[in-house]
């Protein structure tokens, strides 16, 4: 159970440098070159032993914000509380979930050890929705990780509204893991923002 863990850390990672690079895809590109020009793209930004740990941090929140439909996704995060905040604290807990994923996904690109991914097919979902099918293969032949990128067009590229490691989704994740800090704190979304803070 703990290699598969560490394993599937190592699939984070290796997954946080595909979905954070600079969107390069060109306005006639379909969402699996996109995952792959812009995994190519990070591997040379975010990793190596001279990028520091604070520009590991500066880069990946560049990089996440240009890449993810950050508000999208906190708002689907914290789920039925989001008709509850208050503007200010819709304002205020946006800025720390920004924060949160920084704190939690920036350090994962020193774990980069040489896993490889590589694209297996790009199915439609509801709407404009895309899913882009990829696998991270291991150096040492170990077992590979599945990954779904649900990606959506945005102008001349795509943004990134989840990931799904072995079929867990990131998003569900996370706002499992709020809803039982706001459970936890009386029903407040105050409780989940201090609790932000804190981390």
């Known amino acids: 159970m703990l290699m598969r863990r560490r394993f599937l850390a190592l699939a984070l990672g290796v997954a ?6 600079p969107r390069i895809a060109p306005a006639d590109s379909d969402p699996g070159v996109f995952v792959q020009s812009i995994g190519d793209e990070a591997i040379t930004t975010l990793t190596g032993g001279d990028v520091t740990p604070e520009l590991r941090k500066e880069r990946f929140r560049t990089l996440l914000e240009a890449n993810f ?5 906190g708002k689907t995060v914290l789920g039925r509380s989001w008709k509850v ?15 949160f994923l920084v704190a939690n996904y920036a350090r994962r690109f020193a774990e980069y050890t040489g896993q490889k991914f590589e694209l297996r097919g790009t199915r439609p979902e509801g709407g404009d929705n895309l899913t882009v099918q990829t696998l991270v293969q291991q150096p040492n032949g170990g077992e590979p990780a ?8 945005d102008g001349d590229a795509f943004k990134i509204l989840d990931l799904k490691i072995e079929g867990i989704s990131m998003t569900e994740t996370h706002r499992s893991e709020f809803a039982s800090v706001i459970q936890s704190k009386g029903g407040k979304v105050a409780g989940l923002l201090e609790a932000l803070k804190s981390k």
């Open 69 to 73: 439909d950050v508000p999208a996704i």
């Open 85 to 99: 905040a208050t503007e200010a604290e819709r304002t205020e807990y946006l800025a720390l979930f920004e924060n």
């Open 16 to 21: 946080a440098l595909v979905a954070i690079a």
């Open 146 to 153: 599945r990954l779904d990128w649900l990606v959506r067009p």
